[in-house]
């Protein structure tokens, strides 16, 4: 639902589990296009290497077999390569200087027969937009937490 909150929902049967409606479900033909099946090998063929989280389902399954699932869109998977004595008030410039992150975003858009490629790209690129300005910001506060942190300890 466009601006506000989209749900489906369901009823699930004696003879199917919880695992065998989420097989059914995901991946969301939203994110694979359809038919599902046949889009999802040519996806394989056709992308660099899996997409993780992104386009993937986030939520929980319950004990009693209840479970409350999104399609995750939109994401920034953020993976450390801090070096073991960075940030230590023993460490030196350059070790902190290996301190560092990779940044990986996902963003996309549903193409339909109708759409328009170029504006379909120029979507994505203003849906990554927002995860970039996003990342930027919280690596600046960090940063400025950080040399706080160091002014309050008298490191700097």
């Known amino acids: 639902e466009e601006g506000g909150k989209g749900e489906e929902g369901g009823r699930q049967t004696e003879e199917v589990s919880a695992i065998q409606c989420i097989r059914s479900a ?3 033909g939203s994110m694979t296009g ?3 099946i046949r889009t999802m090998a040519l996806l394989d063929d056709l992308e660099r ?9 986030l939520g929980f399954i319950g004990f009693n077999s209840t479970f409350h699932l999104n ?14 004595s960075a940030g230590s ?3 030196s410039k350059k070790e902190e200087k ?23 790209f120029e979507e994505m690129l203003l849906k990554a937009r927002a995860l970039k300005r ?22 700097i």
């Not at 992150?101 to 193409?111: F, K, L, N, P």
């Not at 996003?134 to 490191?155: L, M, N, P, Y």
Request: glycine share 12%; aromatic share 4%.
């Open 26 to 28: 995901f991946p969301g």
């Open 34 to 36: 359809a038919p599902k």
């Open 49 to 57: 290497g899996p997409r993780g989280v992104y386009s993937g389902s």
């Open 71 to 84: 399609i995750v869109i939109r994401t920034a998977v953020i993976k450390s390569h801090a070096s073991a």
């Open 89 to 91: 008030p023993s460490s």
């Open 98 to 120: 290996n301190n560092t992150c990779h940044v990986s975003i996902g963003a996309g858009g549903a193409i339909v027969v109708q759409s328009d490629p170029e504006g379909e």
């Open 134 to 155: 996003a990342v930027a910001v919280a690596f600046e506060d960090t940063r400025e937490e950080q040399k706080r942190r160091k002014e309050e300890s008298g490191i």
